[in-house]
Every structure is written in C-alpha cells, then in structure tokens.
C-alpha cells in the first residue's frame, strides 16, 4: 500500500454494528446500525464492497435503492413501535457515484405519521458528501 493511501474505513472500530438477516439483505449486507445518543432509533449504513459495483465500477443504483427501502423502512418501524408495516411508494435521488470501499450513512427521519400511513425522508452520505435521498411511505398493517 502507498505511504500516502488511508487505511480502509473499520465501521467496528467506529461503534458500528453488523445488521444482517437471512433473506435478501443476507445476500447484499451487511448493513451497519449504530445506536444514537439519547434516541431509540439507529442509524443504519453499508460499506460499499467489490460485490456492489455496476459495469462502470461504482456502486449499482439498485444496491442504494435496497439502502434506502431497508434504513427508511427500520426507521419507520421503529416510529411504529416495531409493528409489521410494507413499503407502498419508494422514490430514490442518485445525486453523486459511490465509490466502492466508501462507507454510505442514512440520515432518516419520519415527515409525518397517521395512523395507517408513515411519510419517510432520507439523506444518503459518504462523509459529508450527499449520494442519493429518497423519499417514501410505509403502510402500518395488521398484528401477524
């Protein structure tokens, strides 16, 4: 490596935890939460790996999509008080290429809630630079 080359992002070193499950997001994953100071709700993120790159090298536009529905619909699961809930309308922003080895945060926060109907909005960040935002709507359902 370069003397001048910055070490990889460690998102463990960093407080971050690994977030996986066994279906799809097994398979793309894993996503990182952090726990906020003071809030319930954490924030959630992705490292951006060699398994993640379209034909040009950066990071597939579905990869941020499936970013997006996972960290804006845990937020809004958690505005929820953890009940099943489905995504009904999703609409994502690519604002600016992810590099892959480039850590992506969500910033999440829910614009209004019903009580059937909760109205997302994300950012999506590599430090301070904005990737992509979505904006979307989660449909509250019934008790399994």
Request: proline residues 6%; aromatic residues 12%; glycine residues 10%.
């Amino acid at each position: 490596m370069p003397t001048d080359a910055k070490p990889p992002f460690d998102p463990a070193a960093a407080g971050w935890e690994p977030y996986t499950d066994e279906g799809f997001i097994g398979l793309v994953g894993p996503f990182w939460s952090k726990k906020q100071r003071g809030c319930e709700t954490p924030q959630f993120a992705f490292q951006a790996a060699k398994k993640h790159h379209n034909r040009r090298g950066v990071v597939q536009g579905g990869m941020l999509m499936t970013f997006a529905d996972r960290s804006l619909g845990m937020t809004a699961w958690y505005a929820n008080d953890k009940k099943p809930q489905a995504t009904v309308h999703l609409d994502v922003h690519f604002i600016d290429a992810v590099q892959i080895g480039d850590f992506v945060e969500a910033r999440c926060r829910v614009v209004r809630r019903t009580r059937s109907l909760i109205f997302m909005s994300g950012e999506f960040v590599v430090g301070e630079r904005t990737v992509a935002t979505a904006n979307g709507v989660w449909k509250a359902l019934g008790q399994k």
